[in-house]
């Protein structure tokens, strides 16, 4: 199963918002809506931020929402802050029945 | 509070052996499904394994399928990850991650440890 494609880098302003795109084929994004978002801050352990396309955990800012189109699913993140540097993964269910995670994208909050 | 903590991690020659632990408190380990997750020094998240709450369904990626074992011990709150035939591509920080419930096949993981590094090396 190959990796979901993500955008390397994406960068923003404090007070912006940025997308997060992940592509993925109707083996995977496309065919479930089981799409999850994780942010791993350097040297930390992954955090689940969105999980099933568009669902946020309890205890996860407003300020990140998800949504999926085609084989495409997307985290938003609105209102940079400066705490929200990290890398982001996204993660989808695939039909052989394992996940699969994108490559990783290193967000910088300018 | 919910608590993972790996061990068992080290330096291995290629085609070596090794056993991660993770050992869990803080909740019903019994009643949830566990993950292994792998992260290669600068490079991004990989998937390895899954077991469900019972042990009844257990899954791999292909990259390590016929050399890595999954399992899990309930009464001693434990999962684990033998390790063999181990190869230089497998150098990687290995997390344990506690799935949202008990089937082995919803990957939603909302509590990880910190993680325990294999370094695959001659």
């Known amino acids: 199963q190959s990796a979901l494609t993500q955008p390397a880098s994406v960068s923003g302003s404090p007070g912006q918002s940025i997308t997060i795109s992940c592509t993925g084929t109707s083996s995977d994004v496309g065919g479930y809506n089981y799409v999850s978002w994780y942010q791993q801050h350097p040297g930390k352990a992954p955090k689940l931020m969105i999980y099933?396309?568009?669902n946020r955990p309890s205890g996860v800012s407003n300020r990140f929402s998800g949504s999926k189109s085609g084989n495409t699913a997307s985290l938003t993140i609105s209102g940079l802050q400066a705490e929200d540097e990290a890398d982001y993964y996204c993660?989808?269910?695939?039909?052989?029945?394992?996940?699969?995670f994108g490559g990783g994208t290193k967000l910088t909050v300018l | 509070e919910v608590q993972l903590v790996e061990s068992g991690g080290g330096l291995v020659k290629p085609g070596g052996s090794l056993r991660l632990s993770c050992a869990a408190s803080?909740?019903?380990?019994?009643?949830?499904?566990m993950n292994w997750v792998r992260q290669a020094p600068g490079k991004g998240l990989e998937w390895v394994s899954s077991i469900s709450s019972s042990s009844s369904y257990i899954y791999y990626a292909d990259s390590v399928k016929g050399r890595f074992t999954i399992s899990r011990d309930n009464a001693k709150n434990s999962l684990y990850l033998q390790m063999n035939s181990l190869r230089a591509e497998d150098t990687a920080v290995y997390y344990c991650a506690r799935a949202v419930d008990s089937s082995g096949y919803y990957y939603v993981l909302n509590y990880w440890g910190q993680g325990t590094l294999v370094t695959v090396s001659s």
């Open positions: 099933d396309v568009s």
């Open positions: 993660s989808s269910y695939t039909s052989s029945s394992t996940p699969v």
């Open positions: 803080g909740f019903t380990f019994s009643s949830y499904s």
